[in-house]
């Protein structure tokens, strides 16, 4: 493999990985960890082809990726501490109270 | 001099460990460190790369200030040690897993098909020369992306209003 092929290769698995945590996994915090580990993978293949492709504007979207990740998880966290008041756990299948 | 392939190999060993770590793990501040190990990873590459400032940016806001964050939840809503979420011979995990596995195989076949990308003008001597990848980027950032920057500003304040609002006790 070449050194161009292994960050790309990198940030597919890290993205399916974090797709089968979001799939997978009841905790919430854990839920949000597996949306950070997605968009950090999307960061590492638009850096990485920004340097082999000899462009700057795939960096230039990572800046925006990052600041909005920060405001993701600040405004997903501060639910998740809404979900801890009212369910007394932050399982998703206790929050089920619009299933009817 | 060791071949940077190796040291770039290396380390995306280590950072798909880390993720199986945080797929597998049944605590939450377990999987909290393995996230921030394959950030601190993911800045290496970005480092080798020649991309310091995007390595240095993903330091201190993604490793640290995020991350932070995330730590400071988990350990205020004192978030015990769970069972599995999830049983490995479950048809849900099976059909996920396997979902996963195409996306990669597929994934890679595209990557190593031979397609001819247009290259920029920005290789590594152009952008020594200009004075560096910080001025570069700053250049882009303040000239052709002036608009997109205010824009997010704008959205990060709003989010943050947004999370106090709601985190905060009810007065009456």
């Known amino acids: 493999m070449s050194s161009a092929l292994i960050p790309q290769v990198l940030a597919l698995f890290l993205f399916s990985t974090g797709m089968l945590m979001v799939l997978l996994r009841r905790n919430s915090v854990v839920l949000l960890l597996g949306i950070e580990l997605m968009l950090n993978a999307a960061n590492l293949s638009l850096v990485s082809f920004a340097h082999d492709l000899g462009r700057i504007d795939g960096q230039i979207q990572v800046f925006f990726v990052i600041t909005i990740a920060a405001a993701e998880s600040a405004v997903g966290l501060s639910i998740l501490v809404n979900l801890y008041r009212n369910f007394g756990a932050v399982t998703t299948d206790r929050a089920r109270t619009m299933q009817g | ?172």
């Open chain 2, 1 to 172: 001099m060791v071949d940077i392939t190796y040291i770039l190999g290396a380390i995306a060993l280590v950072c798909a460990a880390l993720a199986m770590v945080m797929l597998f793990s049944k605590d939450a501040l377990t999987c909290a460190m393995a996230l921030l190990g394959i950030l601190i990873g993911t800045a290496a590459i970005y480092g080798l790369q020649g991309e310091h400032f995007v390595a240095t940016v993903q330091l201190v806001v993604y490793a640290g200030a995020i991350m932070v964050l995330f730590v400071f939840s988990i350990m205020l809503l004192n978030i015990k040690r769970g069972d599995a979420d999830f049983r490995i011979t479950s048809g849900r995990f099976v059909a996920a897993a396997l979902s996963a596995v195409v996306f990669l195989v597929a994934g890679t076949w595209v990557l190593v098909q031979k397609i001819d990308l247009e290259k920029g003008p920005w290789n590594h001597e152009t952008v020594i020369g200009l004075g560096g990848n910080t001025r570069v980027l700053a250049h882009s950032l303040f000239t052709e992306h002036f608009v997109a920057f205010e824009a997010v500003s704008l959205a990060l304040m709003v989010a943050l209003v947004g999370a106090v609002t709601l985190a905060k006790r009810k007065i009456d």
